[in-house]
């Protein structure tokens, strides 16, 4: 065969094959178990509910074998002549939270736009005035006299780093008493009140916490930059989408007709009694 009709037949075979695997839906049969069908969309539903470990096998070695055990199952449900009720109690409760899912993919959908989020991301920060962080340094010791000699041997001229190797007891001592950048709230109330009352360069008095005594150095502080809404857009997205699905339940909630059992018609430890289930 010519090169150019070789070219034409290859292409034109790919066409094919193409708009066939384009052509194919769920609802096609892949095999058949004494007339009971088992179809694409069933394994499709298989493969996807797979742990993640399975999942990440070949395609066709999922194919092969998810189309085994949906066979295999389909022989052995066959087998079942009457119909357990927890089957059927079962199957109840999977139905209820297929759809109440589908519902909830439909609400969380359409809760999030830019225009939400935005909206969103300005009700909790554009107001929002941007928060002092504070770099420190403290010498720890047990009593209040050792800190007064600290103080002192500071206020003298001794290095703060230094002294901290010497005699600090916290686990901050080796690293010349450095306690990184905090911000209010991560603090013992005592220390902070002490911190946020020093200009940078200060040593504080003696200030006891029920960790002991500390002498305090403020090296500087810095205003904490507020989050962006792209680093928000993942916590904001789920806010909106909890809360769109909170205020649909509510909705639902309010126009429904729900009947509750008088209270003590149930005993709670029914719910462990499995031989209810038996027929």
Known sequence: ???????????????????????????????????????????????????QQYQALPNDVLFEGILEQLIQQQLLADQLEVEPSRVAIALANEARSLRAGEVITEITETAVSEVALQAAYDAQFADAAPATEFSAAHILVETEEEALAVK????????????????????????????????????????????????????????????????????????????TLDSMREELTGALQSDAIETRLAELQEAAEIALPDEGAFDPELLINLDLLKD
Request: aromatic share 6%.
């Open 1 to 51: 065969m010519h090169f150019k009709a070789k070219f034409l037949a290859s292409a034109a075979l790919a066409l094919v094959l193409t708009t066939s695997a384009q052509a194919q839906s769920a609802s096609d049969v892949v095999a058949t178990v004494n007339g009971t069908a088992i179809t694409l969309g069933e394994m499709i539903i298989t493969r996807a509910q797979l742990p």
């Open 152 to 227: 002192a041997d500071i206020d003298g001229g001794a290095d703060f780093a230094e002294t901290a190797r010497n005699v600090s007891t916290g686990p901050s001592g080796p690293n010349g008493g450095d306690l990184g950048w905090f911000s209010a709230g991560m603090m013992v109330a005592p220390f902070e009140e002490a911190v946020m009352s020093l200009e940078a360069g200060d040593v504080s008095n003696p200030v006891e916490t029920q960790f002991g005594w500390h002498v305090i150095k403020l090296n500087e502080t810095r205003e904490q930059e507020l989050p």
